[in-house]
């Protein structure tokens, strides 16, 4: 199967590591994602998929990372990680990203950018927070018009385990009987926003408490102050994580 979505010119951004390494420390769950350049295909057909897949495998086999769920959409991806030790996370996605631009580029012939930005991430607090981002990412396939069924979309967690695909952790919440069915049943739509404020503004993902006292914690501070007047930028460059796309919503 063949992916296509409309191609933009935009100024590339290699991907690198978070700008605070704080934020990258044990002890916490984190929901990861990124974006291809320009909101450009990175997974143009099922070859590209499985690949991405088993270079999460590889991965996991060089620096240790506990892996909770994953959701790869034609171009971006989700992935809800718990790192074992400090600075791990950032030495996952480094090795990662890096191993998946090679990998692109050598595939398809080509140079320079592939991801658009810095790939994103928040801790996530160990309660129903955990259950609602696991959740969001493997339904994202059924609220891109991809599938009909999260389980259908065999580029996700939510999918049968076949040979290949990387080990899951069970994570420090346990998922509830008839979790598939509570993964195809809709989100509320406040559920939807709360989560994907966070994302915006790269804000811890939890209760009141939770957040304010981790966002101190990790130098998140300027994700809990109000937002100042949006930066102008022109009407075809979009931010990194807009979320009003059909098939690229994130």
């Keep these: ?29 984190y929901h990861v994602l990124n974006r291809g ?4 295909t990175i997974f143009h057909k099922d070859a590209d998929f499985a690949a991405f897949i088993k270079l999460l495998h590889e991965a996991g086999e060089r620096i240790p990372m506990r892996l909770l769920a994953y959701c790869l959409l034609p171009n971006h991806f989700h992935l809800t990680l718990w790192p074992l030790a400090d600075g791990d996370l950032s030495d996952y996605m480094g090795w990662l990203l890096t191993a998946h631009v090679r990998r692109y580029h050598q595939h398809y012939h080509g140079s320079g950018h592939v991801y658009q930005g810095r790939f994103r991430s928040l801790p996530i607090q160990e309660d129903e927070h955990l259950l609602s981002v696991l959740r969001y990412s ?23 385990a076949r040979s290949g695909t990387p080990v899951l952790d069970v994570g420090p919440v346990s998922r509830p009987a008839g979790w598939l069915e509570h993964v ?43 937002r100042g007047r949006p930066r102008k930028r022109p009407a075809d460059q979009p931010s990194l994580f807009d979320l009003d796309e059909p098939v690229g919503e994130e």
């Design 138 to 160: 493997e339904r994202h396939p059924v609220r891109a018009g991809l599938a009909e069924r999260a389980q259908d979309w065999p580029w996700s967690s939510a999918a049968l």
């Design 1 to 29: 199967m063949i992916y296509r979505l409309p191609l933009t010119d935009q100024n590339p951004i290699m991907p690198t590591m978070p700008r605070n390494p704080r934020a990258s420390q044990a002890g916490y769950c």
């Design 184 to 226: 195809n049943a809709p989100q509320t739509e406040a559920e939807l926003e709360a989560l994907r404020e966070c994302l915006r503004r790269r804000r811890p993902y939890g209760d009141t408490v939770w957040t304010e006292r981790i966002a101190r914690q990790l130098g998140l501070d300027a994700s809990l102050r109000p």
């Design 37 to 40: 350049n320009g909101r450009r």
